[in-house]
């Protein structure tokens, strides 16, 4: 098949771009911006580093984020598996984007900048939840936010409604088959509903 490696011959194949999507723009955080960023519960987080690429999900109950100021973003590190992929990827490399997702709207929000984590205490502590606090918050320099249309969340349907999900493998399932049955099956799935309220933050 043919590969496409020059930028000349892949614009060619699109043509310009639509100018509302570049109109649409904006450096720093903005009264509407913030209206739809501030209302997101879940974003991708999206980083890059010596090992390669990571995205991954973070969700939260409130804001998922919270504005510093106009050019800064704080993302506290709930507890997940510690693999620390993406928190590698940032102290490594820094370059970050973040997809905002409202549950019933087609749009998403994109940002992209910079990031590094911190360990501050006042500032882990204003994350405080349950007693708990993050280990570290990320911190995100702005470069960039703007609308992602919706033809993608509408194509697949995503709002629609319909539990497409009866027939996944489980996670117990997939870590059976990643260690030839030693670990997972319906002893980890059974037991995973009681950790993760014991673990949420």
Same mark, same amino acid.
């Given at each position: 098949?043919? +590969?496409? &490696?020059?930028?000349? @011959?892949?614009? !060619?194949?699109?043509? +310009?771009? %639509?100018?509302p999507?570049?109109? +649409?723009?904006a450096?720093?955080?903005t009264?509407?911006?913030?209206?739809w =960023?501030?209302?997101? *519960?879940?974003?991708?987080?999206?980083?890059v580093?010596?090992?390669?690429?990571?995205?991954? /999900?973070r969700?939260?109950?409130?804001?998922?984020?919270?504005e510093?100021?106009?050019?800064?973003?704080?993302?506290?590190?709930?507890?997940? &598996?510690?693999?620390?992929?993406?928190?590698?990827? #940032?102290?490594?490399? %820094?370059?970050?984007?973040?997809?905002?997702?409202? /549950? %019933?709207?087609t749009?998403?929000? *994109?940002?992209? %900048?910079?990031?590094?984590?911190?360990? $501050?205490a006042?500032?882990?502590?204003?994350?405080? +939840?349950?007693?708990?606090?993050? @280990?570290?918050? =990320? #911190? #995100?320099?702005?470069?960039?936010i703007?609308?992602?249309? !919706? *033809?993608?969340?509408?194509? @697949?349907?995503?709002?629609?409604?319909?539990d497409?999900?009866?027939?996944?493998?489980?996670?117990? $399932?997939?870590?059976a088959?990643m260690?030839?049955?030693?670990?997972?099956?319906?002893?980890?799935?059974?037991?995973?509903?009681?950790?993760?309220?014991?673990?949420?933050?």
């Amino acid at each position: 098949m043919r +590969k496409i &490696n020059d930028i000349a @011959a892949l614009e !060619a194949l699109y043509g +310009k771009a %639509g100018a509302p999507s570049l109109r +649409k723009v904006a450096t720093q955080m903005t009264p509407l911006y913030r209206k739809w =960023i501030m209302a997101s *519960r879940l974003c991708v987080l999206s980083s890059v580093g010596a090992a390669g690429t990571d995205g991954s /999900p973070r969700g939260d109950d409130g804001p998922v984020v919270t504005e510093l100021d106009v050019h800064t973003l704080a993302m506290p590190d709930w507890r997940g &598996n510690n693999r620390l992929d993406s928190l590698r990827n #940032i102290v490594e490399d %820094g370059r970050v984007s973040l997809m905002f997702i409202v /549950p %019933g709207s087609t749009n998403v929000v *994109r940002v992209n %900048g910079a990031a590094f984590l911190t360990d $501050d205490a006042d500032l882990r502590a204003r994350f405080e +939840k349950q007693g708990r606090q993050p @280990a570290t918050v =990320i #911190i #995100i320099e702005i470069a960039e936010i703007y609308t992602q249309c !919706a *033809r993608a969340l509408m194509r @697949a349907g995503t709002w629609s409604g319909k539990d497409e999900s009866g027939d996944l493998p489980t996670v117990g $399932d997939i870590l059976a088959e990643m260690t030839s049955g030693e670990e997972g099956g319906a002893p980890y799935d059974d037991s995973w509903g009681a950790r993760a309220v014991e673990t949420m933050w």
